[in-house]
Structure formats: structure tokens, C-alpha cells
């Protein structure tokens, strides 16, 4: 069972250059959601999705699009990229939080470097 | 605004038990506490998490006061493999997210 895998799990970008972070999880969760955190703080919701087809906005989602075509997958698309977007980028699954058997998992994380 | 409160680190001596607290002074009913840690920027992982009643797991125990202000997080015998950043979150059933804060370094020395 592989539960949540982030693809790639490095990357370095110039200025301006796009990208798409792809994540996938096995566990048929319906949420899912990503995070990015920038040294010494704590994640920061990007976008997240409580189903397919829907995508919402989190606390940073300037400069980030994201799609949820397949239940499994969801991609987190940086146009133009910015240094500013230099970050580690978290993907997370889960059911609906709270009450019982209910938790969040994560990824093993993408680190994106813009020059 | 923040909706918890915690140390921004702690020692812990391995093999005894680590207390770490949390205050979330504006906590409403319908709302959950969870605890999450971070090891050495892997994707953070559950810990447990509870409503009013103390909750216990094979990895901690999570006590939260009568009143549902404060909560802690006891890890029984601390191991060095302990050693992370260690999150007190707050939020809704079906609130669909977490919002993270800056969490508590916990370090365990042997």
C-alpha cells in the first residue's frame, strides 16, 4: 500500500518556467490537499479538494492552480514561477476529519527551488 | 489568529515521559484537537486525536481539561526517534482542513 506518493520529489526552476507536482493516493480518499512550508514554519494550505471535480482555496493560493480530474490525483500547476515559491511541497489525503478513524496523510514532499 | 498555543520547544530525557501542552483557549464544542509531528521534514504523521474525552493510542496518550481549553500530549517513554516538531491543531468536523502553527521542537536526549 503506498498511500500518498509525490511526484518528483525534487526540482529546480528558472524564473518564469512552469510545472506541475503531481500527487496520487491509493486509500480512496475524497479529500485532498496541498501544503507548502518554508523553513522554520508550519504548512500553509495552498488549495484543497473535497471531492473530484472540486478544488477550493486555502491560506496562500496566489500563484498555484490545482485539478482534481481522477479521484486519485491531484495536481498542483505553477505557471510562472517565482522565487518567492521556493518551498517544500506536502500533499495530504484523507476522509472527512473528525470523529472516528479519521486522520490526514501525508506525503513524502517535493523540494522546489526557483533561481 | 491562532487557535493554539504551544511552547516552541522542550527537552525531553529518553525513557521518561514527554508532557507537551497546548492551549486553545477558544475551542468551541463542535471542534476536534488533533496532534501531528514532523520528522526532519518528512510529511508530518497522526498522532491521535480527541473531542472532550482522554484518548489513548499504541503511540501517546491525549488528555483535555474539563473545560476544553488546554490539552496535552503524553508520549510515555520518549525515544530518540521521538525527536520532531510536534503540532496541536484545532478544527471542525468537516472543516475538510488543518491549519498548521509553528509547533513544538521536542528533542530527545539520551
Known amino acids: 500500500n503506498a498511500g500518498v506518493t509525490q511526484t518528483p520529489k525534487f526540482r529546480v526552476l528558472k524564473t518564469g518556467q512552469s510545472m506541475t507536482l503531481l500527487c496520487a493516493q491509493d486509500m480512496n480518499h475524497e479529500y485532498m490537499y496541498w501544503y507548502r512550508q518554508d523553513p522554520g514554519m508550519g504548512l500553509r494550505l495552498i488549495h484543497y479538494?473535497?471531492?473530484?471535480?472540486?478544488?477550493a482555496k486555502g491560506e496562500v493560493p496566489d500563484g498555484y492552480n490545482v485539478s482534481r480530474l481522477k479521484k486519485q490525483n491531484f495536481l498542483l500547476g505553477l505557471e510562472s514561477a517565482a522565487p518567492s515559491q521556493t518551498s517544500v511541497y506536502f500533499c495530504a489525503s484523507s476522509y472527512p476529519l473528525g470523529g472516528m478513524n479519521t486522520e490526514a496523510f501525508f506525503g513524502q514532499g517535493t523540494r522546489l527551488t526557483v533561481v | 489568529d491562532a487557535k493554539t498555543t504551544q511552547p516552541p520547544s522542550m527537552d525531553c530525557a529518553e525513557g521518561r515521559a514527554a508532557n507537551l501542552p497546548c492551549n486553545h483557549s477558544?475551542?468551541?464544542?463542535?471542534?476536534?484537537v488533533y496532534w501531528y509531528r514532523q520528522i526532519h521534514s518528512q510529511g508530518p504523521q497522526y498522532i491521535i486525536h480527541g473531542l472532550k474525552n482522554n484518548e489513548t493510542n499504541e503511540m501517546a496518550s491525549l488528555i483535555i481539561t474539563e473545560d476544553r481549553k488546554s490539552s496535552t500530549l503524553i508520549l510515555p517513554h520518549a525515544t530518540l526517534r521521538d525527536t520532531a516538531v510536534y503540532y496541536c491543531?484545532?478544527?471542525?468536523?468537516?472543516?475538510?482542513?488543518?491549519?498548521f502553527g509553528a509547533g513544538t521542537t521536542v528533542t530527545v536526549r539520551a
Open positions: 479538494s473535497v471531492g473530484e471535480g472540486t478544488t
Open positions: 491543531i484545532v478544527g471542525q468536523s468537516n472543516d475538510y482542513k488543518l491549519s
Open positions: 477558544t475551542i468551541s464544542g463542535n471542534e476536534y
